[in-house]
Protein backbone atom coordinates (compact mmCIF):
# COMPACT_ATOMS: atom_id res chain seq x y z
CA UNK A 1 0.00 0.00 0.00
CA UNK A 2 1.14 3.45 -0.95
CA UNK A 3 2.14 6.21 1.82
CA UNK A 4 -0.61 8.33 0.88
CA UNK A 5 -3.54 5.42 1.09
CA UNK A 6 -1.49 5.13 4.65
CA UNK A 7 -1.86 8.81 5.25
CA UNK A 8 -5.31 8.51 4.33
CA UNK A 9 -6.65 5.47 6.40
CA UNK A 10 -5.55 8.06 9.83
CA UNK A 11 -8.11 10.59 8.01
CA UNK A 12 -10.65 8.14 7.23
CA UNK A 13 -10.37 7.64 11.38
CA UNK A 14 -11.41 11.18 11.61
CA UNK A 15 -7.76 12.11 12.67
CA UNK A 16 -5.34 14.46 10.83
CA UNK A 17 -2.09 12.57 9.66
CA UNK A 18 1.19 14.22 11.45
CA UNK A 19 2.68 14.55 8.21
CA UNK A 20 -0.11 16.02 6.20
CA UNK A 21 -0.37 18.71 9.17
CA UNK A 22 3.07 19.41 8.41
CA UNK A 23 3.74 19.45 4.47
CA UNK A 24 0.67 18.85 2.35
CA UNK A 25 0.21 21.71 -0.16
CA UNK A 26 -1.50 21.68 -3.84
CA UNK A 27 -4.42 22.59 -5.71
CA UNK A 28 -7.31 21.71 -3.92
CA UNK A 29 -5.07 23.16 -0.45
CA UNK A 30 -6.95 26.19 0.39
CA UNK A 31 -10.58 24.15 0.33
CA UNK A 32 -12.64 24.83 3.39
CA UNK A 33 -11.13 28.55 4.16
CA UNK A 34 -13.51 31.02 6.29
CA UNK A 35 -14.10 34.18 6.73
CA UNK A 36 -11.94 34.06 9.64
CA UNK A 37 -8.41 33.33 7.38
CA UNK A 38 -9.24 36.19 5.39
CA UNK A 39 -9.28 38.58 8.43
CA UNK A 40 -6.71 36.91 9.75
CA UNK A 41 -4.60 37.78 6.93
CA UNK A 42 -5.90 41.33 6.92
CA UNK A 43 -4.79 41.70 10.61
CA UNK A 44 -1.63 40.56 9.63
CA UNK A 45 -1.42 43.23 6.47
CA UNK A 46 -2.58 46.01 9.14
CA UNK A 47 0.09 44.81 11.70
CA UNK A 48 3.00 44.92 9.45
CA UNK A 49 2.13 48.04 8.32
CA UNK A 50 1.81 49.55 11.92
CA UNK A 51 5.68 47.75 12.37
CA UNK A 52 7.07 49.88 10.01
CA UNK A 53 6.21 53.34 10.63
CA UNK A 54 9.04 55.17 8.66
CA UNK A 55 7.65 53.32 5.58
CA UNK A 56 4.28 54.04 6.36
CA UNK A 57 4.98 57.68 7.21
CA UNK A 58 6.64 58.06 3.64
CA UNK A 59 4.01 56.48 1.89
CA UNK A 60 1.35 58.45 3.56
CA UNK A 61 3.45 61.72 2.72
CA UNK A 62 3.30 60.61 -0.95
CA UNK A 63 -0.34 59.37 -0.88
CA UNK A 64 -1.44 62.95 1.05
CA UNK A 65 0.44 64.93 -1.65
CA UNK A 66 -1.51 63.05 -4.55
CA UNK A 67 -4.79 63.24 -2.98
CA UNK A 68 -4.21 67.31 -2.68
CA UNK A 69 -3.53 66.79 -7.06
CA UNK A 70 -6.85 64.94 -7.45
CA UNK A 71 -8.70 67.57 -5.26
CA UNK A 72 -7.06 70.60 -7.80
CA UNK A 73 -8.18 68.21 -10.43
CA UNK A 74 -4.37 67.81 -11.52
CA UNK A 75 -4.08 64.00 -11.08
CA UNK A 76 -3.03 61.86 -13.68
CA UNK A 77 -4.02 58.76 -12.81
CA UNK A 78 -5.89 56.58 -15.01
CA UNK A 79 -6.96 53.08 -14.67
CA UNK A 80 -5.62 50.37 -17.14
CA UNK A 81 -6.81 50.20 -20.50
CA UNK A 82 -7.97 46.67 -20.46
CA UNK A 83 -9.84 47.36 -16.69
CA UNK A 84 -13.46 46.71 -17.01
CA UNK A 85 -14.39 47.80 -14.34
CA UNK A 86 -14.22 51.32 -14.78
CA UNK A 87 -15.40 51.86 -18.72
CA UNK A 88 -18.73 54.15 -18.30
CA UNK A 89 -17.75 57.40 -19.72
CA UNK A 90 -18.36 58.71 -16.00
CA UNK A 91 -15.45 57.82 -14.92
CA UNK A 92 -13.44 60.24 -17.06
CA UNK A 93 -16.08 62.93 -17.48
CA UNK A 94 -17.77 63.28 -14.52
CA UNK A 95 -15.30 65.82 -11.54
CA UNK A 96 -17.60 63.56 -9.11
CA UNK A 97 -16.80 59.41 -10.13
CA UNK A 98 -13.02 61.03 -11.63
CA UNK A 99 -11.96 61.88 -8.31
CA UNK A 100 -13.62 59.20 -6.91
CA UNK A 101 -11.84 56.57 -9.32
CA UNK A 102 -8.28 58.35 -8.70
CA UNK A 103 -8.51 58.58 -4.85
CA UNK A 104 -9.08 54.65 -5.34
CA UNK A 105 -6.30 54.21 -7.72
CA UNK A 106 -3.95 56.69 -5.43
CA UNK A 107 -4.92 54.94 -2.43
CA UNK A 108 -4.32 50.87 -4.11
CA UNK A 109 -1.21 51.79 -5.21
CA UNK A 110 0.74 53.04 -2.47
CA UNK A 111 -0.87 50.55 -0.59
CA UNK A 112 1.17 47.66 -3.02
CA UNK A 113 4.21 50.18 -2.73
CA UNK A 114 4.74 49.99 0.60
CA UNK A 115 4.68 45.98 0.82
CA UNK A 116 7.19 45.98 -1.80
CA UNK A 117 8.83 48.54 0.07
CA UNK A 118 9.25 46.20 3.33
CA UNK A 119 11.97 43.98 4.37
CA UNK A 120 9.83 41.16 4.56
CA UNK A 121 10.78 37.09 3.34
CA UNK A 122 9.40 35.92 0.05
CA UNK A 123 6.43 34.04 1.36
CA UNK A 124 5.32 36.59 3.82
CA UNK A 125 5.43 39.13 0.89
CA UNK A 126 3.81 37.04 -1.29
CA UNK A 127 1.20 36.28 1.62
CA UNK A 128 0.78 40.10 2.35
CA UNK A 129 1.07 40.63 -1.65
CA UNK A 130 -2.26 37.94 -1.74
CA UNK A 131 -4.35 39.73 1.08
CA UNK A 132 -3.64 43.55 -0.42
CA UNK A 133 -4.75 42.45 -3.91
CA UNK A 134 -8.07 41.04 -2.04
CA UNK A 135 -8.66 44.38 0.06
CA UNK A 136 -8.13 46.25 -3.17
CA UNK A 137 -10.57 44.33 -5.17
CA UNK A 138 -13.23 44.59 -2.51
CA UNK A 139 -12.88 48.64 -1.82
CA UNK A 140 -12.95 49.33 -5.62
CA UNK A 141 -16.09 51.82 -5.94
CA UNK A 142 -17.77 50.53 -9.23
CA UNK A 143 -18.31 47.49 -6.21
CA UNK A 144 -20.77 49.98 -4.47
CA UNK A 145 -24.25 51.13 -5.66
CA UNK A 146 -23.89 54.56 -4.39
CA UNK A 147 -20.45 55.02 -6.00
CA UNK A 148 -21.26 53.49 -9.68
CA UNK A 149 -22.58 55.64 -12.09
CA UNK A 150 -23.34 52.92 -14.13
CA UNK A 151 -26.44 52.62 -11.13
CA UNK A 152 -28.03 56.03 -11.36
CA UNK A 153 -27.88 55.28 -15.72
CA UNK A 154 -29.28 51.67 -15.00
CA UNK A 155 -31.95 53.10 -12.57
CA UNK A 156 -33.26 55.25 -14.89
CA UNK A 157 -33.09 53.71 -18.11
CA UNK A 158 -35.59 50.86 -16.02
CA UNK A 159 -37.47 53.33 -14.03
CA UNK A 160 -36.01 51.63 -10.71
CA UNK A 161 -36.50 48.18 -12.08
CA UNK A 162 -32.94 47.67 -11.94
CA UNK A 163 -33.02 48.67 -8.15
CA UNK A 164 -35.60 45.99 -7.56
CA UNK A 165 -33.52 43.50 -9.43
CA UNK A 166 -30.16 44.03 -7.69
CA UNK A 167 -32.00 43.29 -4.53
CA UNK A 168 -33.90 40.71 -5.33
CA UNK A 169 -30.85 38.85 -6.78
CA UNK A 170 -28.56 39.95 -3.42
CA UNK A 171 -31.45 38.08 -1.40
CA UNK A 172 -31.74 35.02 -3.46
CA UNK A 173 -27.95 34.72 -2.85
CA UNK A 174 -27.98 35.17 0.64
CA UNK A 175 -30.55 32.00 0.40
CA UNK A 176 -28.99 29.99 -1.96
CA UNK A 177 -25.86 30.68 -3.05
CA UNK A 178 -23.89 31.14 0.20
CA UNK A 179 -23.82 34.77 -0.45
CA UNK A 180 -21.25 34.57 -3.61
CA UNK A 181 -22.86 36.27 -6.42
CA UNK A 182 -24.46 33.83 -9.53
CA UNK A 183 -22.00 33.62 -12.32
CA UNK A 184 -24.51 32.37 -15.00
CA UNK A 185 -28.51 32.28 -15.85
CA UNK A 186 -28.76 28.54 -14.86
CA UNK A 187 -31.56 28.40 -16.43
CA UNK A 188 -30.38 28.96 -19.97
CA UNK A 189 -28.91 25.34 -20.15
CA UNK A 190 -30.34 21.80 -20.60
CA UNK A 191 -27.97 19.52 -19.99
CA UNK A 192 -28.36 16.35 -23.35
CA UNK A 193 -30.17 19.41 -25.37
CA UNK A 194 -28.21 22.67 -25.82
CA UNK A 195 -24.93 21.69 -23.71
CA UNK A 196 -23.29 17.94 -24.22
CA UNK A 197 -26.07 17.20 -26.68
CA UNK A 198 -23.50 15.54 -29.35
CA UNK A 199 -24.79 12.53 -30.67
CA UNK A 200 -23.27 9.07 -28.62
CA UNK A 201 -24.63 6.30 -26.55
CA UNK A 202 -23.60 4.79 -23.19
CA UNK A 203 -21.58 1.34 -24.00
CA UNK A 204 -20.86 0.36 -20.49
CA UNK A 205 -21.26 1.56 -17.21
CA UNK A 206 -20.18 0.41 -13.28
CA UNK A 207 -20.28 1.65 -10.24
CA UNK A 208 -17.53 4.69 -10.97
CA UNK A 209 -18.25 5.90 -14.92
CA UNK A 210 -19.64 5.23 -17.66
CA UNK A 211 -17.96 5.21 -21.33
CA UNK A 212 -19.07 7.13 -24.04
CA UNK A 213 -18.74 6.61 -27.42
CA UNK A 214 -19.70 9.27 -29.88
CA UNK A 215 -21.11 8.98 -33.07
CA UNK A 216 -18.95 9.39 -36.38
CA UNK A 217 -19.28 11.80 -38.80
CA UNK A 218 -17.30 10.94 -41.68
CA UNK A 219 -17.65 8.02 -43.74
CA UNK A 220 -13.87 7.20 -42.64
CA UNK A 221 -12.44 7.21 -39.50
CA UNK A 222 -8.80 6.71 -37.99
CA UNK A 223 -8.64 3.16 -37.09
CA UNK A 224 -6.90 4.72 -32.96
CA UNK A 225 -9.48 6.17 -31.41
CA UNK A 226 -9.18 8.92 -29.16
CA UNK A 227 -10.24 8.37 -25.38
CA UNK A 228 -10.84 11.42 -23.19
CA UNK A 229 -10.05 11.30 -19.34
CA UNK A 230 -12.42 13.90 -17.14
CA UNK A 231 -11.32 15.84 -14.18
CA UNK A 232 -12.80 14.37 -11.73
CA UNK A 233 -14.31 17.52 -9.93
CA UNK A 234 -16.35 18.60 -12.92
CA UNK A 235 -18.45 16.95 -15.41
CA UNK A 236 -17.07 15.44 -18.79
CA UNK A 237 -18.74 18.05 -20.98
CA UNK A 238 -16.26 20.31 -20.59
CA UNK A 239 -15.55 19.09 -24.64
CA UNK A 240 -18.75 19.16 -25.38
CA UNK A 241 -19.92 22.21 -25.01
CA UNK A 242 -22.06 24.74 -27.42
CA UNK A 243 -21.54 22.88 -31.10
CA UNK A 244 -19.31 25.74 -32.20
CA UNK A 245 -17.00 25.31 -29.23
CA UNK A 246 -17.22 21.55 -29.10
CA UNK A 247 -13.56 19.71 -28.92
CA UNK A 248 -15.74 15.97 -29.36
CA UNK A 249 -17.96 17.81 -32.57
CA UNK A 250 -14.27 19.07 -33.82
CA UNK A 251 -12.63 15.92 -33.45
CA UNK A 252 -15.53 14.01 -35.10
CA UNK A 253 -15.63 15.72 -38.52
CA UNK A 254 -11.68 15.56 -38.25
CA UNK A 255 -12.44 12.00 -38.58
CA UNK A 256 -11.42 10.53 -35.00
CA UNK A 257 -13.34 8.35 -33.09
CA UNK A 258 -14.03 9.66 -29.61
CA UNK A 259 -14.54 8.06 -26.53
CA UNK A 260 -15.13 10.27 -23.11
CA UNK A 261 -15.32 8.74 -19.62
CA UNK A 262 -17.83 10.39 -17.35
CA UNK A 263 -17.35 10.11 -13.43
CA UNK A 264 -20.07 8.92 -10.94
CA UNK A 265 -20.35 11.83 -8.30
CA UNK A 266 -19.65 9.95 -5.38
CA UNK A 267 -20.93 10.67 -1.66
CA UNK A 268 -19.91 9.68 1.60
CA UNK A 269 -20.31 6.32 0.70
CA UNK A 270 -17.63 6.25 -1.61
CA UNK A 271 -15.07 8.00 0.51
CA UNK A 272 -12.29 5.65 -0.09
CA UNK A 273 -12.38 5.78 -3.40
CA UNK A 274 -8.88 7.00 -4.41
CA UNK A 275 -6.15 7.29 -7.15
CA UNK A 276 -6.00 3.32 -7.06
CA UNK A 277 -9.66 3.51 -8.04
CA UNK A 278 -9.51 6.17 -10.91
CA UNK A 279 -6.80 4.68 -12.38
CA UNK A 280 -8.05 1.24 -12.51
CA UNK A 281 -11.08 3.01 -14.25
CA UNK A 282 -9.08 4.21 -16.65
CA UNK A 283 -7.35 1.38 -17.50
CA UNK A 284 -11.15 -0.55 -18.03
CA UNK A 285 -11.76 2.20 -20.21
CA UNK A 286 -8.23 1.86 -22.59
CA UNK A 287 -9.04 -1.92 -22.66
CA UNK A 288 -12.98 -1.75 -23.41
CA UNK A 289 -11.96 0.87 -26.29
CA UNK A 290 -9.56 -1.28 -27.80
CA UNK A 291 -11.75 -4.00 -27.83
CA UNK A 292 -14.33 -2.02 -29.81
CA UNK A 293 -11.42 -0.58 -31.97
CA UNK A 294 -10.32 -4.26 -33.34
CA UNK A 295 -7.33 -3.81 -30.40
CA UNK A 296 -6.34 -0.66 -32.01
CA UNK A 297 -3.72 1.67 -29.14
CA UNK A 298 -5.81 4.39 -27.89
CA UNK A 299 -4.62 8.32 -28.50
CA UNK A 300 -5.54 8.71 -24.50
CA UNK A 301 -6.69 12.53 -23.81
CA UNK A 302 -6.67 13.48 -19.74
CA UNK A 303 -7.33 17.30 -18.38
CA UNK A 304 -6.06 18.77 -15.40
CA UNK A 305 -6.83 16.00 -12.20
CA UNK A 306 -8.06 13.85 -15.28
CA UNK A 307 -4.40 13.92 -16.54
CA UNK A 308 -2.85 13.08 -13.60
CA UNK A 309 -5.10 9.90 -13.43
CA UNK A 310 -4.26 8.87 -17.48
CA UNK A 311 -0.61 9.81 -16.72
CA UNK A 312 -0.65 7.02 -13.75
CA UNK A 313 -2.36 4.64 -15.81
CA UNK A 314 0.41 5.05 -18.88
CA UNK A 315 3.02 4.80 -16.46
CA UNK A 316 1.23 1.62 -14.75
CA UNK A 317 1.00 0.15 -18.42
CA UNK A 318 4.45 1.07 -18.85
CA UNK A 319 5.79 -0.94 -15.46
CA UNK A 320 3.91 -3.91 -16.83
CA UNK A 321 5.47 -3.91 -20.06
CA UNK A 322 1.69 -3.10 -21.53
CA UNK A 323 1.77 0.60 -23.02
CA UNK A 324 1.36 -0.70 -26.53
CA UNK A 325 -2.16 -0.69 -25.79
CA UNK A 326 -1.81 3.50 -25.79
CA UNK A 327 -0.19 5.29 -29.07
CA UNK A 328 0.24 8.71 -26.98
CA UNK A 329 -0.56 10.91 -24.21
CA UNK A 330 -2.34 14.43 -24.22
CA UNK A 331 -2.26 16.53 -21.26
CA UNK A 332 -4.20 19.50 -20.85
CA UNK A 333 -3.77 22.10 -17.97
CA UNK A 334 -2.47 18.98 -16.06
CA UNK A 335 0.05 19.50 -13.05
CA UNK A 336 2.23 16.74 -11.91
CA UNK A 337 4.05 18.21 -8.91
CA UNK A 338 3.77 21.08 -6.70
CA UNK A 339 3.17 24.55 -7.87
CA UNK A 340 5.99 26.98 -7.50
CA UNK A 341 3.90 29.84 -9.02
CA UNK A 342 0.97 31.24 -9.57
CA UNK A 343 -1.91 32.43 -7.26
CA UNK A 344 -2.14 29.10 -5.26
CA UNK A 345 1.07 29.13 -4.45
CA UNK A 346 0.99 32.09 -1.98
CA UNK A 347 -1.98 30.97 -0.26
CA UNK A 348 -1.47 27.40 0.94
CA UNK A 349 -0.41 26.79 4.82
CA UNK A 350 -0.52 24.44 7.11
CA UNK A 351 -3.89 25.81 8.44
CA UNK A 352 -5.60 25.55 5.00
CA UNK A 353 -4.13 22.20 4.36
CA UNK A 354 -5.27 20.34 7.66
CA UNK A 355 -8.67 22.33 7.19
CA UNK A 356 -9.10 20.74 3.81
CA UNK A 357 -8.19 17.29 4.90
CA UNK A 358 -10.28 17.34 7.77
CA UNK A 359 -13.27 18.50 6.25
CA UNK A 360 -13.13 16.04 3.43
CA UNK A 361 -12.09 13.57 6.19
CA UNK A 362 -15.34 14.09 8.49
CA UNK A 363 -17.85 14.73 5.57
CA UNK A 364 -16.27 11.75 3.20
CA UNK A 365 -16.38 13.39 0.13
CA UNK A 366 -14.87 17.24 -0.84
CA UNK A 367 -18.00 19.30 -1.86
CA UNK A 368 -17.14 20.81 -5.45
CA UNK A 369 -19.18 23.63 -5.08
CA UNK A 370 -17.11 24.79 -2.01
CA UNK A 371 -13.93 24.38 -4.37
CA UNK A 372 -15.20 25.89 -7.36
CA UNK A 373 -16.14 29.25 -4.47
CA UNK A 374 -12.68 28.91 -3.50
CA UNK A 375 -11.09 29.09 -7.05
CA UNK A 376 -13.37 32.12 -7.68
CA UNK A 377 -11.77 34.00 -4.77
CA UNK A 378 -8.41 33.51 -6.27
CA UNK A 379 -9.48 36.04 -8.99
CA UNK A 380 -11.88 37.87 -7.63
CA UNK A 381 -12.16 40.87 -9.60
CA UNK A 382 -13.36 38.50 -12.23
CA UNK A 383 -15.27 36.30 -10.85
CA UNK A 384 -17.17 37.65 -7.67
CA UNK A 385 -16.93 41.36 -8.01
CA UNK A 386 -17.70 41.41 -11.44
CA UNK A 387 -21.15 39.60 -10.67
CA UNK A 388 -21.71 42.04 -7.80
CA UNK A 389 -21.70 44.67 -10.24
CA UNK A 390 -23.69 42.68 -12.86
CA UNK A 391 -26.33 41.20 -10.79
CA UNK A 392 -27.08 43.41 -7.65
CA UNK A 393 -25.39 47.14 -8.79
CA UNK A 394 -26.86 46.73 -12.42
CA UNK A 395 -29.51 44.36 -11.61
CA UNK A 396 -28.83 42.25 -14.60
CA UNK A 397 -29.12 38.32 -15.05
CA UNK A 398 -25.65 36.61 -14.61
CA UNK A 399 -24.96 36.06 -18.33
CA UNK A 400 -26.21 32.70 -20.31
CA UNK A 401 -22.74 31.66 -20.67
CA UNK A 402 -22.10 27.80 -21.76
CA UNK A 403 -18.08 27.69 -19.66
CA UNK A 404 -19.63 29.01 -16.72
CA UNK A 405 -22.46 26.54 -16.12
CA UNK A 406 -19.94 23.75 -16.70
CA UNK A 407 -18.08 25.14 -14.32
CA UNK A 408 -20.89 25.32 -11.77
CA UNK A 409 -21.73 22.14 -12.32
CA UNK A 410 -19.10 20.35 -10.20
CA UNK A 411 -19.35 17.09 -8.61
CA UNK A 412 -17.19 15.80 -5.07
CA UNK A 413 -14.32 14.35 -4.61
CA UNK A 414 -14.30 11.28 -2.53
CA UNK A 415 -11.74 12.03 0.84
CA UNK A 416 -9.54 9.62 -0.09
CA UNK A 417 -8.49 10.70 -3.64
CA UNK A 418 -8.36 14.39 -2.47
CA UNK A 419 -5.83 12.98 0.37
CA UNK A 420 -3.98 11.55 -2.76
CA UNK A 421 -3.63 14.04 -4.88
CA UNK A 422 -2.03 16.35 -2.46
CA UNK A 423 0.10 14.13 -1.56
CA UNK A 424 1.55 13.78 -5.12
CA UNK A 425 1.50 17.70 -5.21
CA UNK A 426 2.89 18.41 -2.11
CA UNK A 427 5.63 15.71 -2.51
CA UNK A 428 6.86 15.60 -6.01
CA UNK A 429 6.07 11.81 -5.77
CA UNK A 430 5.81 11.56 -9.33
CA UNK A 431 9.50 13.29 -9.90
CA UNK A 432 11.37 10.37 -8.25
CA UNK A 433 10.86 6.82 -9.76
CA UNK A 434 8.79 4.38 -7.51
CA UNK A 435 8.27 7.81 -5.27
CA UNK A 436 4.23 6.49 -5.56
CA UNK A 437 2.55 3.20 -5.91
CA UNK A 438 -0.52 2.55 -7.30
CA UNK A 439 -1.69 -1.41 -6.67
CA UNK A 440 1.68 -1.92 -5.47
CA UNK A 441 3.18 -0.95 -9.07
CA UNK A 442 6.07 1.52 -8.60
CA UNK A 443 5.34 4.38 -10.50
CA UNK A 444 8.24 5.47 -13.04
CA UNK A 445 7.68 8.31 -15.72
CA UNK A 446 10.74 7.90 -17.61
CA UNK A 447 9.44 4.25 -18.40
CA UNK A 448 6.86 5.93 -20.58
CA UNK A 449 7.92 6.28 -24.12
CA UNK A 450 4.53 7.33 -25.88
CA UNK A 451 4.99 10.85 -27.30
CA UNK A 452 3.23 13.38 -25.29
CA UNK A 453 1.43 16.53 -26.53
CA UNK A 454 0.93 19.33 -23.70
CA UNK A 455 -1.30 22.42 -23.15
CA UNK A 456 -1.49 25.04 -20.38
CA UNK A 457 -2.82 28.50 -19.90
CA UNK A 458 -0.52 31.49 -19.74
CA UNK A 459 -3.64 33.28 -17.08
CA UNK A 460 -4.73 29.72 -15.21
CA UNK A 461 -5.10 30.48 -11.83
CA UNK A 462 -5.46 26.86 -11.12
CA UNK A 463 -2.81 24.77 -12.63
CA UNK A 464 -0.06 27.46 -13.37
CA UNK A 465 1.67 27.01 -16.82
CA UNK A 466 5.38 26.80 -15.33
CA UNK A 467 4.20 23.62 -13.33
CA UNK A 468 2.15 22.11 -16.44
CA UNK A 469 6.02 22.52 -18.47
CA UNK A 470 7.66 21.47 -15.72
CA UNK A 471 5.26 18.43 -16.10
CA UNK A 472 6.17 17.81 -19.75
CA UNK A 473 9.90 17.85 -18.90
CA UNK A 474 9.24 15.06 -16.81
CA UNK A 475 8.70 12.63 -20.12
CA UNK A 476 12.26 12.63 -20.41
CA UNK A 477 12.06 9.72 -23.02
CA UNK A 478 9.27 11.00 -24.92
CA UNK A 479 8.96 12.95 -28.14
CA UNK A 480 6.97 15.93 -26.19
CA UNK A 481 5.64 19.15 -27.59
CA UNK A 482 4.30 21.82 -25.29
CA UNK A 483 1.74 24.36 -26.26
CA UNK A 484 0.92 27.95 -24.25
CA UNK A 485 -2.55 29.14 -24.56
CA UNK A 486 -3.09 33.02 -23.83
CA UNK A 487 -6.00 32.21 -21.92
CA UNK A 488 -7.03 30.61 -18.78
CA UNK A 489 -7.40 27.58 -17.28
CA UNK A 490 -10.61 26.48 -19.22
CA UNK A 491 -10.86 28.43 -22.53
CA UNK A 492 -6.97 27.98 -22.82
CA UNK A 493 -8.67 24.12 -24.01
CA UNK A 494 -11.77 25.51 -25.69
CA UNK A 495 -9.92 27.43 -28.87
CA UNK A 496 -12.12 26.45 -31.83
CA UNK A 497 -10.73 27.25 -35.06
CA UNK A 498 -12.92 30.69 -36.31
CA UNK A 499 -12.23 32.64 -32.77
CA UNK A 500 -10.82 35.90 -33.91
CA UNK A 501 -9.12 36.29 -30.28
CA UNK A 502 -7.21 33.19 -30.07
CA UNK A 503 -3.73 32.92 -30.11
CA UNK A 504 -0.96 30.57 -28.52
CA UNK A 505 2.63 30.43 -27.84
CA UNK A 506 5.50 27.84 -29.01
CA UNK A 507 9.33 27.29 -28.39
CA UNK A 508 10.59 23.84 -29.15
CA UNK A 509 13.44 24.51 -26.88
CA UNK A 510 12.06 22.56 -23.60
CA UNK A 511 15.74 22.65 -22.33
CA UNK A 512 14.62 25.60 -20.78
CA UNK A 513 13.31 27.13 -17.80
CA UNK A 514 9.86 28.46 -17.66
CA UNK A 515 10.77 32.22 -18.16
CA UNK A 516 13.41 31.44 -20.79
CA UNK A 517 11.26 29.34 -22.76
CA UNK A 518 8.33 32.25 -22.09
CA UNK A 519 10.87 34.96 -23.35
CA UNK A 520 12.05 33.29 -26.73
CA UNK A 521 8.31 32.30 -27.69
CA UNK A 522 7.13 32.58 -30.85
CA UNK A 523 2.99 34.16 -30.86
CA UNK A 524 0.95 32.28 -33.06
CA UNK A 525 -2.83 33.72 -33.69
CA UNK A 526 -5.79 31.23 -34.43
CA UNK A 527 -6.24 27.91 -32.34
CA UNK A 528 -3.99 25.53 -31.73
CA UNK A 529 -6.60 22.83 -32.51
CA UNK A 530 -5.37 21.74 -36.04
CA UNK A 531 -2.12 21.46 -34.87
CA UNK A 532 -3.21 19.20 -32.67
CA UNK A 533 -5.33 17.51 -34.79
CA UNK A 534 -2.14 16.99 -37.36
CA UNK A 535 -0.45 15.29 -34.31
CA UNK A 536 -3.35 12.94 -33.79
CA UNK A 537 -3.32 11.95 -37.47
CA UNK A 538 0.72 10.96 -37.07
CA UNK A 539 -0.18 8.65 -34.03
CA UNK A 540 -2.86 7.38 -36.12
CA UNK A 541 -3.74 3.95 -37.52
CA UNK A 542 -4.83 4.89 -41.10
CA UNK A 543 -8.16 5.20 -42.39
CA UNK A 544 -11.02 2.38 -41.94
CA UNK A 545 -15.05 2.39 -42.20
CA UNK A 546 -17.17 4.42 -40.09
CA UNK A 547 -18.57 1.85 -37.45
CA UNK A 548 -21.96 1.92 -38.26
CA UNK A 549 -23.15 0.58 -34.52
CA UNK A 550 -22.30 1.55 -31.00
CA UNK A 551 -20.11 -0.49 -29.03
CA UNK A 552 -20.10 -4.47 -30.25
CA UNK A 553 -21.38 -7.58 -29.00
CA UNK A 554 -19.88 -7.59 -25.80
CA UNK A 555 -20.12 -3.87 -24.99
CA UNK A 556 -24.31 -2.81 -26.18
CA UNK A 557 -25.15 0.59 -26.14
CA UNK A 558 -26.68 1.11 -22.57
CA UNK A 559 -28.58 4.41 -23.28
CA UNK A 560 -27.80 7.66 -25.49
CA UNK A 561 -25.77 10.19 -24.60
CA UNK A 562 -25.09 12.35 -22.40
CA UNK A 563 -26.05 9.02 -19.75
CA UNK A 564 -26.78 9.01 -16.53
CA UNK A 565 -24.29 9.96 -13.98
CA UNK A 566 -23.81 13.14 -15.70
CA UNK A 567 -27.43 14.56 -14.42
CA UNK A 568 -26.17 13.57 -10.80
CA UNK A 569 -26.19 16.35 -8.40
Given amino acids: MSAIATDQSTARRGELPPRALRDLTGAYAITGRRWRDTLGSARELVTTLLSHPLVLARAEARLAREMARIALGRSRLRPAPEDERFVHPAWTDD ?10 LAWSQTLFEIIQALRLRPERRRRLLFAAEHLVAAAAPSNLFVTHPG ?9 GGSIVA ?32 TEGAVIFRNDVFELIQYSPRTTEVDARP ?48 GLETYVEAATDAIDIVRAIAGDAPVKLVGACAGGTTATLALARLAAARAQDRVA ?8 LDAPRAG ?112 VAGARDHITPWQTCYRAMQMFSRSNVRFVLGAAGHVQSMLCPPGDARARFFINDDYSLDPAAWRRGAREQTGSWWPAWVRWCEAHGGGPRPAPTAYGDERYEPIEPAPGRYVRQR
Fill in 328 to 335: CLTLMVTV
Fill in 343 to 454: RLSRVTDEAAIGTALARSAHAGVLDGADMARTFAWLRPDELVWHFVVNNYVLGRRPPAFDVLYWNSDTTRLPARLHADLLGIYRHNRLREPGGLRIADTPIDLRAIDRDVFV
Fill in 151 to 159: FYTRARATR
Fill in 226 to 273: VLFVPPQINKYYVIDLAPEKSLVRYLLEAGQQVFTLSWRNPTAAQRDW
Fill in 166 to 197: GLRHVLEDLRDHRGLPRQVDETAFRVGRNIAA
Fill in 95 to 104: PVFRRTLQGY
